[in-house]
């Protein structure tokens, strides 16, 4: 069974400290890696696909990277708009996992002006 | 284009009510998933729907029943729901159900069965 694990649970910022959000994962054969922002109240922002380990992506103040057990999600000198719960999920190759996207639990990241 | 588009945004029924949630998307994407989310948990999947068919169903009680009319749309019928089953309701279509195509999620139905 696919599983996503996130940390921390939550992170407070001020504005302009930089840092970083992890999600380690087990999946038979993984077929892709996905970060989402989450809103209070509103569906999940896809942000990056994720499939080959080395990979990076990158979007404003936010860069994604991949190994082979986890992604990390980097935020540069983050702003007040960035606080939102972070979602990573996870897409294995075939069996019971074929089509499923595994979420985390979660970062849920405060920026502090 | 990235929309996928939910109704209603808020509904609120009795026990013994029938409703049905809606789902539209016209990205030509042939993957369509409900998910249901509590509050400061994760979505967890209920059902995924591949080129109009039933592909998977995660034991999810038949109280919810699914149905997929045509390509761009699914619905989401509800009867005789439990209190419980209050939820934010999740509508996601991506290009394919498997391989790295990315799911894209509409606002979902904020559900309160009272």
């Known amino acids: 069974e696919d599983q996503v694990t996130q940390s921390p649970e939550a992170l407070r910022l001020q504005e302009g400290e930089s840092s970083s959000l992890n999600c380690s994962y087990t999946v038979s054969g993984l077929r892709g890696l996905f970060w989402y922002r989450q809103d209070p109240g509103k569906g999940p922002e896809f942000l990056f696909t994720?499939?080959?380990a080395g990979e990076e992506k990158e979007k404003e103040r936010l860069k994604a990277t991949l190994t082979k057990k986890e992604s990390f999600l980097h935020i540069t000198a983050p702003k007040p708009e960035d606080s939102a719960t972070y979602l990573c999920?996870?897409?294995?190759?075939?069996?019971?996992?074929?089509?499923?996207?595994?979420f985390g639990q979660g970062t849920i990241l405060t920026v502090h002006p | 284009d990235t929309e996928v588009t939910q109704t209603p945004k808020h509904l609120v029924m009795g026990m013994t009510n029938k409703k049905s949630l809606k789902c539209e998307q016209h990205?030509?994407?042939?993957?369509m998933y409900w998910y249901k989310q509590k509050a400061k948990k994760p979505p967890e999947l209920m059902f995924v729907?591949?080129?109009?068919?039933?592909?998977i169903n995660e034991s999810v009680p038949s109280r919810f029943s699914p149905e997929c009319p045509n390509s761009s749309l699914l619905n989401l019928h509800l009867h005789a729901l439990q209190p419980e089953d209050s939820a934010l309701y999740l509508c996601a279509s991506s290009l394919g159900q498997g391989g790295n195509t990315e799911a894209f999620f509409g606002q979902g139905t904020r559900l309160t069965v009272v």
């Open positions: 994720l499939y080959s």
């Open positions: 990205m030509g994407h042939r993957a």
């Open positions: 729907y591949s080129y109009e068919k039933l592909s």
């Open positions: 999920a996870v897409r294995g190759a075939g069996g019971t996992s074929y089509g499923k996207l595994t």
